[in-house]
């Protein structure tokens, strides 16, 4: 199965096309038909969202798509959540007032 998906423009956040526009949640994204290609060309016409483009799925609930990086995109960083570390702080947070 084909799916649409791009990264929403104001958060960065990964969304997926459900039929009847965007979605945060991988499980509600779904199969594109014939139609899939013209609607990534309006997708991307519109420039409403960043990098648009078409992934290759196994069908399921959620659908689980086929490569790595997109299966990261979908489903979270691959590292336990308990184990990340702090981020750094940004320069400009750590210079005296």
Same mark, same amino acid.
């Given at each position: +199965? ?6 929403? *423009?104001?958060?960065? /956040?990964? @969304? !997926? !096309?459900?039929?009847?526009? !965007?979605?945060?949640?991988? %499980? /509600?994204?779904? %199969? ?17 969202? =960043? /990098?648009? =483009? @078409? @992934?290759? %799925? ?8 086929? *490569? +790595?990086?997109?299966? @990261? ?18 320069? /400009? ?5």
């Amino acid at each position: +199965m084909r799916l649409l998906t791009a990264n929403d *423009t104001l958060t960065g /956040d990964v @969304i !997926w !096309w459900s039929g009847k526009g !965007w979605s945060l949640n991988l %499980a /509600d994204a779904v %199969a594109l038909g014939a139609e899939g290609d013209a609607l990534l060309a309006e997708v991307v016409a519109a420039e409403n969202v =960043n /990098d648009p =483009n @078409i @992934i290759e %799925a196994e069908a399921g609930s959620p659908p689980r798509p086929r *490569t +790595m990086r997109e299966r @990261i995109r979908g489903f979270g960083p691959t590292v336990r959540a308990d184990l990340a570390r702090a981020a750094a702080p940004h320069p /400009d947070q750590t210079k005296a007032a």
